[in-house]
């Protein structure tokens, strides 16, 4: 395989997340999809993303063409106007993704249909992100929110409740009621003798089931793991969070930059739901190969699509080894995507990843929840096969947090992104768990390593490696 042409002056590093070749294919051509050509009327110039082993990079051209448009929705008052669109084109896609779900089509229409739907919900939860971070910028030069922290709360006032802050409300509540019933420790036996309590905790696992997975690999919500929740808000019971219920006396402005962090969250909460839910028909595509659920997702779409009863699949089987084993890369041409392994993958990481970790002691974020300087081991979560790695006080390093992170984010010492602005998730979240958090770091992922000892000074935004 020959190795292609990349300029890396052409791209900005967007952080290291590890996985599997089914769940990149759908973001890399984010560009062109029908989402978000109903989100982009100011006509934004976007290019596909570039993926290799686990890291990210998109168009550098990107960040100034959603500041361009940010400006211009603040200085023409168009703030009402796009968050009319914003939300009415998200909810379009989140329906008609979640109606998959109840659907009756034979495996083969079905992963077609869940790829299709797929791309429109990574396409809209990458726009989120990006919007949100550049109108929050404008928001604050502009003087309609005097400082990122007023910003911040104004939006978070407005914005609604996720299905993860729903599911951290249920578990609560069901502290609760045990509590009342005289119950100070959850367990399999303890329920048996209430149950009404047992119907209620099961409906809650079956209803946040898909909890724990992202990115169509992880472990989901389990009732060992609901009783594990459930014990530690019997332990140390919290105030149920509160929204304003008075959106519309806020600025436009605000609210479409709540809206924008509430998208960010949602689409991924969504994507873990259907993906997970739609696990029993991608386990029926791959019997008919001989491959596993866990070798599955390192086919591409169009692979799965044509995986047949009787066909000869041995390249197919072969191909999941090497990217499973070796890593690869995702890299667009004028022809489609092409998969890059072995030495052409190599070549490239070496062509972009120029950071020389050995020579790198200090480097600096944003600050995105301050705190006390915090001093621990660093560990390094780029996959969901990376979660059991962090002890309570660590430092988690991460190339951004998502809802499944939230358990790992209460245990870590302090929180440490690639990337991400005050409108990203980790940035919402550490404010609330109170925990030192340093954003956009851009090279943490890369220059740490497990094991490392840091010191996080939040205050400053500045990360340094003491060994």
């Not at 951290?168 to 420790?185: F, W, Y």
């Not at 992202?214 to 989901?220: C, D, L, R, V």
């Not at 006396?249 to 998208?263: C, D, N």
């Not at 490239?348 to 929840?369: C, I, R, W, Y």
């Amino acid at each position: 395989m020959s190795t292609p042409t990349i300029n890396k002056a052409d791209y900005e590093y967007w952080g290291q997340w590890k996985q599997p070749v089914l769940s990149c294919w759908f973001w890399i051509e984010w560009q062109d999809t029908p989402s978000l050509r109903e989100l982009n009327p100011y006509g934004l110039v976007l290019h596909p993303m570039l993926y290799l082993d686990g890291h990210f990079w998109y168009r550098a051209t990107h960040r100034p063409e959603f500041a361009k448009m940010a400006r211009k929705i603040i200085e023409e008052n168009k703030s009402e106007e796009y968050l009319q669109l914003l939300n009415a084109t998200l909810q379009k896609y989140k329906d008609e993704y979640l109606a998959l779900l109840t659907e009756t089509l034979a495996p083969h229409a079905y992963a077609e249909k869940l790829f299709e739907t797929s791309r429109n919900m990574a396409a809209a939860w990458i726009w989120a992100m990006f919007i949100a971070d550049e109108l929050a910028k404008v928001i604050v030069a502009n003087g309609i929110a005097s400082s990122e922290e007023e910003l911040m709360e104004r939006a978070h006032r407005v914005t609604p409740m996720t299905w993860l802050e729903k599911q951290s409300v249920e578990v609560q509540e069901i502290a609760r009621l045990a509590h009342s019933l005289g119950i100070r420790t959850l367990t399999a036996s303890v329920l048996a003798e209430h149950p009404e309590l047992q119907s209620k905790i099961l409906e809650h696992v079956r209803e946040f089931s898909w909890f724990g997975s992202h990115h169509w690999m992880g472990e989901g919500y389990s009732l060992e793991k609901s009783l594990a929740q459930i014990n530690e808000a019997i332990a140390s019971p919290k105030d149920t969070p509160t929204r304003n219920e008075t959106r519309d006396a806020e600025h436009p402005a605000i609210q479409l930059v709540a809206s924008g962090i509430f998208w960010r969250t949602h689409a991924a909460e969504v994507t873990a739901k259907v993906v997970y839910e739609s696990r029993v028909k991608l386990e029926t595509l791959g019997e008919l190969a001989g491959l596993t659920y866990d070798d599955l997702v390192y086919l591409t779409g169009p692979e799965v699509l044509i995986l047949a009863e009787g066909a000869d699949n041995t390249s197919l089987t072969e191909a999941v080894a090497e990217r499973r084993l070796g890593g690869y890369g995702c890299v667009v041409h004028n022809s489609g995507i092409e998969l890059v392994t072995g030495d052409a993958l190599k070549s490239l990481l070496k062509t972009m990843l120029a950071v020389p970790a050995e020579q790198v002691t200090e480097f600096k974020g944003s600050v995105a929840s301050k705190g006390p300087v915090i001093t621990g081991t660093a560990r390094i979560i780029i996959s969901p096969d990376d979660f059991g790695k962090l002890q309570d006080g660590e430092i988690l390093v991460v190339p951004e947090t998502t809802p499944d992170f939230v358990p790992l984010m209460k245990r870590a010492g302090a929180i440490i992104t690639d990337v991400g602005g005050i409108t990203s998730h980790a940035a919402i979240v550490s404010r609330e768990l109170k925990k030192p958090c340093v954003i956009g770091t851009k090279i943490a992922t890369q220059v740490l390593h497990d094991g490392d000892l840091v010191e996080v000074d939040a205050n400053s935004g500045i990360v340094r490696i003491l060994k």
